[in-house]
């Protein structure tokens, strides 16, 4: 019989071929919070939802403006480049439901500003969370750690969805929409603990200048990231690999303990080694 796999739903994107314009896309979640700041016109959502056994905390950002958007949901994600029309949803898996008010810094356009927004939250953000708000926005993230406390299923599959520009400093001549599938499985096998990413990446309509072979995709700096490197002989993930248009990247893990559902952040950095997307994928943790 196959894993059960647990699908998140996101907002799919749709193409007006004629154009190479994108159809307008909307975020679905609760309590949709808009903000029309002149140049910079967005709206974030949020939302929880049960998929198989699995908790999904949903947060969503849509682009309503007329040009690119950068937005860094440093928490709960996204972090990503929106075209306009675009939205990018984050899901995170959890095994219970736990759910907090949360309020977390939100990084957006081109000069970063930042606000705090309202989310739906789980209890395991509250410490992060805590740290943030006393440090202030401008502190710079580390890998999520969320600990679930029951068994998780044999196969957790989360699709991603970003928009990345090769340079960051020119993201209308070189932006790239990058689509994923990060798994985290677990079989009866002698290392039965794997984690895995299949990603491609294709240029959008006009904007032939972007080059993904310029580009790096690492897992984010942290104390999972440290869990992870003592557990598994391939390190080359945690020091940043080439993205290239198309890869698949593998971790088996070595454990003697079983692990527990957990999230880490995985960074795209451009060709100046500058961060342009980031997402979160379910991961194995410490118990």
């Known amino acids: ?12 994107c749709l193409y ?12 679905q979640g609760q309590a949709p919070l808009t903000h029309d700041l002149g140049v910079e016109n967005f709206l974030t959502t ?20 007329a040009g690119d958007l950068w937005v860094n949901w440093l928490v709960p994600g996204p972090t990503t480049w929106l075209p306009p029309g675009t939205a ?30 309202r989310f739906i939250g789980h209890a395991s953000d509250a ?15 580390s890998a999520s750690s969320h600990v ?26 070189t932006m790239l929409e990058f689509t994923a ?17 299949a990603y491609s990446l294709s240029p959008l309509e006009g904007r032939s200048a972007g080059n993904p072979n310029t580009m790096t995709i690492r897992l984010s700096p942290g104390y999972l990231t440290g869990w992870l490197m003592d557990k598994t002989e391939s390190t080359d993930i945690f020091k940043g690999v080439t993205l290239g248009y198309k890869n698949e990247i593998g971790l088996q893990l070595l454990l003697n303990e079983k692990p527990q559902l957990r999230s880490a952040r995985y960074e795209i950095l451009d060709q100046n080694n500058e961060l342009v997307g980031a997402f979160m994928a379910p991961t194995w943790g410490p118990p």
Request: charged share 20%; aromatic share 6%; with cysteine.
């Open 1 to 12: 019989m196959a894993n059960p796999t647990v699908a998140y739903r996101l907002t799919l």
């Open 16 to 27: 007006l071929l004629s154009t190479g314009a994108f159809a307008a896309e909307h975020c």
């Open 46 to 65: 949020s939302r929880v939802y049960r998929g198989n056994g699995v908790e999904i905390y949903e947060t969503c950002v849509e682009n309503r403006g």
């Open 88 to 117: 990018v949803a984050q899901p995170r898996p959890f095994i219970e439901r736990n759910t907090i008010d949360a309020s977390g810094c939100l990084e957006y356009g081109n000069i970063g500003a930042t606000i705090r927004e």
């Open 127 to 141: 410490d992060a969370l805590k740290k943030e708000e006393a440090a202030g926005c401008a502190a710079a993230i």
């Open 148 to 173: 679930a406390g029951q068994t998780a299923p044999q196969e957790i599959a989360a699709p991603i969805r970003l928009f990345v520009p090769s340079d960051k400093h020119n993201p209308s001549s």
């Open 181 to 197: 599938l990060a798994t985290a499985s677990s079989s009866g096998a002698a290392q039965p603990y794997k984690l895995g990413i």
